[in-house]
């Protein structure tokens, strides 16, 4: 038998032992920070629009003297409390219209 088959047998063997110690699995954790602020229940999140620019730290390029930004108009609906990213919104489309804004952009 060939090294590389050994080797692929030997690890499949590992796998399957039935007689070897179980590894405890990782539990998931339990608080909902989807829904509540930092997981704790009842505890909602207090949604502040801002811009991409100003969160994200990026996107500004020079052209000679001319300051261009790459991510203008672009507004991101963020958590005040735990800085969540809750939701997006960007102005061009993939299809180039322009996209509608949702109502919680300034």
């Known amino acids: 038998m060939s090294d ?3 080797s692929s047998t030997d690890r499949r063997d590992t796998r399957n032992a039935k007689d070897g110690p ?10 909902n920070t989807r829904k509540w602020c930092k997981g704790k229940v009842g505890v909602e999140h207090t949604p502040v629009c ?9 996107g500004d390029l020079t052209f000679g003297e001319r300051q ?13 409390e ?3 990213e809750l939701d997006y919104y960007y102005p061009m ?6 996209r509608r ?6």
Do not use: T
Request: proline residues 8%; contains cysteine; glycine residues 8%.
């Open 4 to 6: 590389y088959k050994k």
């Open 22 to 31: 179980e590894a405890p699995k990782p539990r998931a954790s339990k608080k």
């Open 50 to 58: 801002r811009d991409y620019r100003e969160v994200k730290h990026s």
């Open 68 to 80: 261009v930004s790459l991510y203008q108009g672009w507004k991101i609906l963020m958590c005040s």
């Open 82 to 84: 735990c800085g969540k």
């Open 93 to 98: 489309g993939l299809n180039g219209k322009v």
């Open 101 to 106: 804004e949702p109502p919680w952009v300034r």
